[in-house]
């Protein structure tokens, strides 16, 4: 079994920023790509950015220029730094691991989400 955990949400405000940080624990043989999604209340979940194991990485339009992606040099942690927070990037911000586990079975593993509010 594989766990993600997301870290760093909280409460700021417009024009300010805030890092997140996701860890993957567990059966792990390999990870082949981490990815910040994001749900606003009445909205669908989207993918923010990720990242994968070639380094690749891709974000959403959103938040190009404003949003980084980064990672350790074993794509876990991966972490997430906002600059120039917007009321409407408040959602509850989730983690995505995927890869093989110890027993090189494929997985996808989500976190259980953190809350990011820009205050206006």
């Known amino acids: 079994q594989v766990q993600v955990v997301e870290s760093g949400g909280g409460l700021v405000q417009a024009g300010g920023s805030l890092s997140l940080a996701c860890t993957a624990s567990?059966?792990?043989?390999?990870?082949?790509?981490m990815g910040w999604y994001r749900q606003a209340p009445g909205k669908q979940r989207e993918l923010v950015a990720s990242?994968?194991?070639?380094?690749?990485?891709s974000y959403a339009d959103s938040v190009k220029g404003r949003f980084t992606i980064s990672r350790d040099n074993a794509l876990n942690p991966v972490y997430l730094s906002m600059n120039s927070l917007k009321p409407e990037d408040t959602a509850v911000y989730y983690c995505?691991?995927?890869?093989?586990?110890?027993?090189?079975?494929?997985?996808?593993?989500w976190g259980p989400g953190t809350q990011v509010t820009g205050s206006s």
């Open positions: 990242v994968n194991s070639g380094g690749g990485v």
């Open positions: 567990g059966n792990i043989f390999t990870i082949n790509g």
């Open positions: 995505n691991a995927q890869g093989y586990s110890g027993s090189r079975d494929p997985f996808a593993s």
